[in-house]
């Protein structure tokens, strides 16, 4: 065997290490999300038909009562991105449990990969998978009520959706690292947080109703600041309805992003040390 | 630790808090007394025990899943608690009855993924899963979603997980566990031809079969309610028994007869019997053959008749009989 077949063939055979590993590792957490998740083609009516549900009733109330139309789009995109809401509480926060349950947390926890690559790769997995969901939400939406949309400034756009999802993602991996430790309490705070966050982000109305405390109170979920941006961003009256300057959002929500994704990785690696302590890792709690 | 060692354990304990019934005090539980252990590179070590003897809670500590409560570990020669990520990488570990992987996924897309948590390269990753799917006889099922395998199907898939990523110790806990005869057989044989093509590797094999670690383990730890009660070869523990006689009957159901007055029979070591569908089972351990004639009086007495009589060479299960006192089912 000549030196160069030895060396290819040394390469083809050596494990990754280092951020070759991390990076595997993120591409194959996120895999299942990504490519097994559309397997199951019950997602178009629990993840399409059924928020399209919610979006319908308040565009109704909106029309019934003749708010200006532009509140037609703000329900829409709202429902589009309660989407990603739903996704980051039980398919994030509560991960860890599920995997718990069925025997994998053990093994991830075992594997030399990195923690945090497997968390980033359900965060990536679930933001893509997500994505096609409120995409078509987006779209069927937009066709069934007519929405009009003036984008005043697409590469700001994609900046504060990009960081919106950032910062929600931050928030999600922090839960995940936070209910580690938890079994069944992981999925009952899911449960409980679910529907106020729909009230306090104005998912189906401008934030501002609020009023100035109330909507300071709610920016610390960044669906908030984001919502808010992206419709200022995407309508003719957003701004007059907006909360805070666009500007501000995106601050906002960057320092909220860098907040949650350190926490994430504090919480991970401590809650990870507690449950070996502790012996809450194994499936089977004693 | 010597480097020649795989694994070892000195004065492991591991004691679980547990919450008791409402308004009563957390209490505590001995998982693991006193555990020492040393296992050699190359060896297939087995531990042998019932249902909460401590087996699974000795092998999540050495990998890394579990704190011991006191005491130290070593596996590879790296501490588990203190070095847990240099002895990631080497090893890995199979579980009996474990739902791992998602439904969604094919077979082969989960153990890629796996294998990807390893660093293995995805052409490598893919030519192991093949061969080894192929071994186990699950080769057919490749491109199957795991939701659609059978129990016997799944437990051959998380076999082959273990074997993928070619740990150097490889801890196997409870593999074949509710499979039926030839699933068992395939992952017995493949865990045979694993270590016979890797001399150097160990497996740490923990099962309440007891054919199965005499068929395969080079030495048996029995542990019981926490404690090694015994550490050797299979043969040398059942040389223990070897100079006294064991007999198996199948007698007419016992209805007043306790084994306490069989035992007090002088030469009567030990009396085990157990309900049958047709009767009753008596085992007998005799210091010698010739005591055989009063037990079977002392049945006659009784009413007792003896449908079949069996002489028979000690099996590990009386090894664990005459070590702990009670058979290895009764917790």
């Given at each position: ?286 | ?45 087995g531990l042998l025990g019932p249902n909460g003897a401590g087996k699974t809670t000795l092998i999540k500590i050495l990998t890394t899943l579990l704190a011991p409560t006191s005491g130290r570990a070593w596996v590879a020669g790296f ?149 090694i009660v015994a550490c050797d070869s299979p043969a040398a523990l059942k040389q223990r028994l070897q100079r006294e006689a064991i007999f198996e009957l199948d007698i007419t159901y016992p209805n007043d007869l306790a084994p306490r007055s069989l035992e007090a029979i002088s030469g009567v070591r030990r009396a085990l019997v157990s309900e049958t569908d047709t009767g009753a089972k008596l085992d007998l351990v005799l210091e010698e053959e ?42």
């Open positions: 065997m000549s030196l160069w077949s030895w060396w290819v063939a040394h390469l083809m055979k050596s494990k990754a290490r280092g951020w070759k590993l991390f990076l595997k590792t993120v591409i194959a957490r996120a895999y299942p999300r990504v490519i097994a998740q559309q397997r199951e083609k019950s997602w178009i009516f629990f993840d399409v038909f059924l928020p399209m549900l919610a979006v319908s009733a308040y565009v109704f109330i909106y029309r019934a009562i003749g708010a200006p139309e532009d509140y037609v789009g703000f329900v829409v995109l709202g429902g589009a991105m309660t989407a990603f809401w739903l996704n980051v509480l039980w398919s994030m926060s509560t991960q860890f449990y599920w995997e718990k349950e069925t025997g994998n947390l053990s093994l991830f926890i075992m594997a030399p990969a990195p923690k945090m690559a497997i968390l980033l790769g359900m965060a990536l997995g679930g933001m893509v998978a997500t994505s096609l969901r409120a995409g078509t939400i987006i779209i069927v939406g937009s066709f069934l009520f007519r929405v009009r949309y003036s984008v005043f400034n697409p590469p700001l756009l994609a900046v504060v959706f990009i960081l919106t999802l950032v910062a929600l993602y931050g928030l999600g991996m922090m839960n995940a690292s936070l209910f580690l430790l938890w079994g069944r309490e992981a999925w009952h705070l899911a449960s409980l947080a679910q529907e106020p966050i729909y009230l306090l982000s104005g998912f189906y109305f401008p934030i501002k109703s609020l009023g100035f405390w109330v909507a300071v109170l709610a920016s610390l979920i960044p669906l908030t600041l984001g919502l808010d941006a992206m419709r200022q961003l995407l309508f003719p009256s957003g701004s007059a309805l907006g909360f805070l300057n666009v500007y501000l959002e995106v601050a906002g929500l960057a320092v909220l992003s860098v907040i949650f994704l350190a926490a994430a990785r504090f919480l991970l690696n401590y809650m990870e040390r507690k449950a070996i302590s502790e012996g809450r890792l194994l499936e089977i709690q004693r | 630790m010597p480097g020649d060692l795989a694994i070892k354990t000195e004065n492991l304990w591991r004691i679980y808090t547990v919450q008791g019934k409402r308004r009563e005090p957390r209490k505590e539980v001995i998982a693991l007394r006193d555990v020492n252990l040393e296992i050699p590179r190359g060896e297939l070590f501490d588990v608690v203190h070095e847990s990520h240099k002895i990631r990488p080497l090893i890995n570990m199979v579980s009996g009855g474990e739902t791992s992987g998602y439904g969604l996924l094919t077979v082969r897309e989960n153990l890629w993924m796996f294998a990807q948590f390893y660093g293995i390269p995805s052409s490598e990753a893919n030519r192991r899963i093949e061969e080894l799917l192929r071994r186990v006889g699950l080769a057919e099922w490749m491109h199957a979603k795991v939701s659609q395998l059978s129990t016997g199907m799944r437990q051959k898939m998380n076999v082959v997980r273990g074997f993928l990523t070619e740990p150097e110790i490889l801890f196997l806990d409870e593999p074949t566990l509710g499979l039926d005869v030839n699933a068992a057989r395939q992952i017995r044989q493949l865990i045979k031809e694993w270590l016979a093509e890797h001399p150097n590797r160990t497996i740490l094999l923990t099962t309440h079969y007891m054919q199965e670690a005499d068929e395969l383990c080079d030495r048996v730890a029995i542990i019981d309610q926490g404690r010739s005591v055989l004639a009063e037990v079977i009086h002392v049945l006659s007495t009784h009413s007792i008749q003896v449908r079949r009589l069996t002489k028979r060479e000690p099996t590990l299960e009386d090894v664990f009989v005459e070590l702990v006192g009670r058979p290895f089912d009764e917790e």
